[in-house]
């Protein structure tokens, strides 16, 4: 069954949307820009999508990005000025490339939670806003997850494209961490990834650049607006920062160290499997050149 609603059905209907619907727009998830339509056409304007929501950053959860992805329907429940808004993000097929339709609700007095004891709006917006975290996060490490990685990065590599400015991954992993799963177990073994994500946060700028796990005890560092020279510096930092602890796990004392692996787009295109697909090629050179070591 084909997900995908298409323009000339939007056309057909767009009308009656607006009259079930306080907000009808379409956005481009990638480039998180509101696209405007009129006559069958569709055009980005110059309005970002998340200022809607009155921020100043990119949506954590984006919806739309995973209605693309997926080429299917999601739901999502959000807060604004102390009222509560369902969203709908449905993926709309045209010539050129998939967009999608949000449809905002307010649902403020109709929308009933029956987990908790929720006394008033801002109990319902914490409720919401943990119920967002868990599609986003990492349950181990609180770190963002895969998903993120997949809904974020095209966007960080769309935005450097169009501000010309370079951005740059790096993918890192532990290199000690099957031995203490078999000396300690792997109750220990949590505990030093958890820790080894923690580190990763110490080294990165809170405001521009973030961290996720990619998956056991691999995790990627997006850099927004760093060249290579910089990641690599970075990556130095974190590198020696593990290598100069002992970790003590289970009464015995195993050295931590880390392996890295940068990629770096500049004025290149790269897709978002193509710059992870670099930065992994590197990463598994500094494991076989003897691990504890940055290559780019």
């Given at each position: 069954m084909n997900k995908l609603i298409k323009l000339e059905e939007l056309e057909l209907h767009i009308d009656f949307f607006k009259k079930m619907y306080e907000t009808v727009r379409i956005v481009d998830p990638c480039a998180k820009k509101v696209m405007s339509y009129y006559d069958n056409v569709i055009i980005e304007t110059e309005s970002n999508c998340y200022t809607y929501w009155n921020n100043n950053e990119i949506c954590e959860n984006c919806i739309s990005m995973r209605a693309q992805l997926h080429k299917d329907t999601v739901f999502k429940l959000e807060n604004l000025n102390d009222k509560l808004y369902m969203v709908t993000a449905i993926p709309l097929e045209t010539t050129e490339k998939v967009v999608v339709l949000e449809l905002l609700k307010e649902v403020t007095s109709t929308m009933l939670i029956d987990t908790g004891d929720y006394d008033n709006i801002h109990d319902i917006k914490e409720y919401i806003t943990k119920l967002n975290d868990k599609v986003v996060k990492d349950n181990l490490t609180k770190l963002y997850n895969r998903r993120f990685i997949d809904e974020r990065l095209p966007a960080d590599i769309i935005n450097s494209i169009i501000s010309k400015k370079p951005l740059s991954i790096i993918l890192t992993d532990i290199d000690q961490l099957?031995?203490?799963?078999d000396v300690c177990g792997h109750v220990e073994g949590d505990i030093i990834i958890k820790e080894y994500g923690k580190r990763?946060?110490?080294?990165?700028?809170?405001?521009?650049?973030?961290?996720?796990?990619?998956?056991?005890?691999?995790f990627l560092v997006c850099l927004n607006n760093s060249d290579n020279d910089t990641a690599y510096k970075i990556a130095e930092r974190i590198r020696k920062d593990i290598e100069e602890d002992i970790i003590l796990t289970c009464n015995k004392q195993i050295k931590i160290t880390?392996?890295?692996?940068?990629?770096?787009?500049?004025?290149?295109?790269?897709t978002s499997e193509e710059i992870i697909n670099i930065a992994d090629k590197n990463l598994y050179k500094s494991k076989n050149s003897g691990k504890n070591k940055v290559h780019r």
């Open positions: 099957k031995r203490v799963n990763l946060l110490n080294f990165i700028r809170e405001e521009s650049d973030w961290v996720a796990r990619y998956g056991g005890d691999e880390g392996s890295f692996g940068i990629c770096t787009m500049n004025k290149e295109k790269l």
